[in-house]
């Protein structure tokens, strides 16, 4: 078709008067290009429009390999959140555990001593195998802090503590005096346990039911920790000021812990570094990763021991409120005491209480006799020292044992206090 019309076009061009040849076949070229362009095939344009393609997608999904597995989380046996009256032996009853798989939980717990510390709102869980052996036992107290026992192959348990960090956030709390302080200071937020510290700390500095006046204010900074975002009840007290129309009265947390006044006054009465009226030898140093001789397993050592003959005296360290007075299978005899600035003390072993719970005791204080009770290979003393819940080695950590604080820790002290007046001033 194209050979034919390229003939037609030159004979016509040929009759074309007047057009030299070159002419010609320039226009005859340009001619045949336009003629081709316009024959030339286009490219076939495609429809946007979809077009419905059934697919079988079971047989899709039945040739495709899985990449990975849903794991669902085991379930506990048996969960309770502990209720006014619970005891542990009637919590192991109702789950269904033997009396002696509860007996070799409590040897487990002789380093930690967890389940005496159980309370209204913690939640236990029971985990067992087909053969109804306990493997594992969870101990909630808070998002913070867990506990948790584990079955050897041997029939024996190890326990593990788990201490969240968590975020700390400083809150500001600002009241007005408006009857007593603690009433005042409970309706600002403050709790009952907050309330006793700082008037303890004050005591010297303030007699809360003469000096104060309807009309004073006060600031408190408190710190509270919080795990994703919840707030985990564990609250640290930084600092106080109490405003009245003759002076300011103020307690400043220092970073060991301690408190003192803006001038670097001691506030908390002094420690003494052991529970004792005289030293004894050191029968076995404070470890936590220590680890059992035949075993090889990992038995933390969170006290120190005291080699003492059976009835020497022991005599709180510093000043405090007696929380606990019990006789455990393991632990024997022993004594918790509360104290200041986030510190508790423990006394295992002994043979004879003097103290009762609840009861407010004094540095130097008598609070019980040494002995040999509870799991044993001599009499001794076990001391323990818990700061914010973890424990330390009482022969190195840092206590009050001067009453002002040394000059070389003024100026960072004097920045840490510029530092908390101010942000008690935003609230």
């Given at each position: 078709?194209?050979?034919?019309?390229?003939?037609?076009?030159?004979?016509?061009?040929?009759?074309?008067?007047?057009?030299?040849?070159?002419?010609?076949?320039?226009?005859?070229?340009?001619?045949?290009?336009?003629?081709?362009?316009?024959?030339?095939?286009?490219?076939?344009?495609?429809?946007?429009?979809?077009?419905?393609?059934?697919?079988?997608?079971?047989?899709?999904?039945?040739?495709?390999?899985?990449?990975?597995?849903?794991?669902?989380?085991?379930?506990?046996?048996?969960?309770?959140?502990?209720?006014?009256?619970?005891?542990?032996?009637?919590?192991?009853?109702?789950?269904?555990?033997?009396?002696?798989?509860?007996?070799?939980?409590?040897?487990?717990?002789?380093?930690?001593?967890?389940?005496?510390?159980?309370?209204?709102?913690?939640?236990?869980?029971?985990?067992?195998?087909?053969?109804?052996?306990?493997?594992?036992l969870e101990l909630y107290f808070n998002p913070a802090?867990?506990?948790?026992?584990?079955?050897?192959?041997?029939?024996?348990?190890?326990?593990?503590?788990?201490?969240?960090?968590?975020?700390?956030?400083?809150?500001?709390?600002?009241?007005?005096?408006?009857?007593s302080f603690y009433l005042s200071a409970q309706r600002?937020?403050?709790?009952?346990?907050?309330?006793?510290?700082?008037?303890?700390?004050?005591?010297?500095?303030?007699?809360?039911?003469?000096?104060?006046?309807?009309?004073?204010?006060?600031?408190?900074?408190?710190?509270?920790?919080?795990?994703?975002g919840v707030s985990t009840g564990n609250t640290q007290?930084?600092?106080?000021?109490?405003?009245?129309?003759?002076?300011?009265?103020?307690?400043?947390?220092?970073?060991?812990?301690?408190?003192?006044?803006?001038?670097?006054?001691?506030?908390?009465?002094?420690?003494?570094?052991?529970?004792?009226?005289?030293?004894?030898?050191?029968?076995?140093?404070?470890?936590?990763?220590?680890?059992?001789?035949?075993?090889?397993?990992?038995?933390?050592?969170?006290?120190?021991?005291?080699?003492?003959?059976?009835?020497?005296?022991?005599?709180?360290?510093?000043?405090?409120?007696?929380?606990?007075?019990?006789?455990?299978?393991?632990?024997?005899?022993?004594?918790?005491?509360?104290?200041?600035?986030?510190?508790?003390?423990?006394?295992?072993?002994?043979?004879?209480?003097?103290?009762?719970?609840?009861?407010?005791?004094?540095?130097?204080?008598?609070?019980?006799?040494?002995?040999?009770?509870?799991?044993?290979?001599?009499?001794?003393?076990?001391?323990?020292?818990?700061?914010?819940?973890?424990?330390?080695?009482?022969?190195?950590?840092?206590?009050?044992?001067?009453?002002?604080?040394?000059?070389?820790?003024?100026?960072?002290?004097?920045?840490?206090?510029?530092?908390?007046?101010?942000?008690?001033?935003?609230?």
């Amino acid at each position: 078709m194209l050979s034919a019309n390229r003939g037609e076009l030159q004979a016509r061009l040929s009759k074309v008067p007047n057009l030299p040849a070159l002419h010609r076949k320039l226009l005859l070229a340009s001619v045949f290009v336009v003629a081709a362009a316009l024959l030339w095939p286009t490219p076939q344009e495609f429809s946007s429009q979809r077009i419905p393609v059934a697919l079988d997608i079971e047989s899709i999904v039945s040739q495709t390999p899985s990449t990975f597995e849903i794991v669902e989380p085991i379930k506990p046996n048996f969960e309770r959140v502990i209720q006014n009256g619970d005891t542990l032996g009637h919590l192991f009853e109702l789950a269904g555990i033997g009396q002696q798989t509860m007996y070799k939980v409590l040897e487990a717990d002789l380093n930690v001593l967890a389940l005496d510390t159980l309370s209204l709102g913690n939640r236990i869980q029971f985990f067992q195998d087909e053969q109804q052996n306990l493997t594992k036992l969870e101990l909630y107290f808070n998002p913070a802090y867990q506990v948790i026992f584990t079955r050897f192959d041997d029939g024996t348990y190890g326990v593990e503590e788990i201490n969240i960090e968590g975020i700390w956030q400083n809150r500001i709390i600002s009241g007005e005096i408006n009857g007593s302080f603690y009433l005042s200071a409970q309706r600002a937020g403050l709790s009952a346990a907050n309330i006793q510290t700082i008037e303890t700390l004050l005591s010297s500095k303030l007699d809360f039911s003469r000096d104060l006046r309807a009309g004073d204010t006060f600031n408190v900074l408190m710190n509270d920790q919080y795990i994703e975002g919840v707030s985990t009840g564990n609250t640290q007290l930084q600092a106080v000021r109490i405003n009245t129309r003759r002076n300011n009265v103020n307690a400043f947390q220092n970073l060991d812990g301690n408190f003192y006044d803006e001038r670097g006054q001691g506030l908390a009465s002094a420690f003494q570094r052991i529970p004792l009226e005289r030293q004894y030898r050191l029968s076995s140093h404070f470890n936590p990763h220590r680890k059992h001789p035949v075993t090889g397993r990992v038995s933390p050592h969170n006290g120190t021991d005291f080699a003492t003959p059976i009835g020497t005296r022991v005599v709180a360290p510093g000043d405090g409120v007696v929380s606990m007075v019990t006789n455990h299978r393991f632990a024997g005899k022993y004594i918790v005491i509360e104290h200041d600035n986030n510190i508790r003390t423990r006394y295992l072993h002994l043979s004879k209480f003097l103290v009762r719970k609840g009861q407010r005791v004094k540095r130097g204080q008598v609070i019980g006799l040494t002995g040999n009770t509870g799991r044993v290979t001599g009499p001794h003393l076990h001391y323990e020292f818990h700061v914010n819940g973890r424990p330390a080695n009482p022969m190195k950590v840092s206590i009050v044992e001067a009453s002002v604080l040394p000059k070389k820790q003024m100026a960072e002290f004097k920045q840490l206090v510029s530092s908390k007046q101010m942000m008690m001033d935003l609230g």
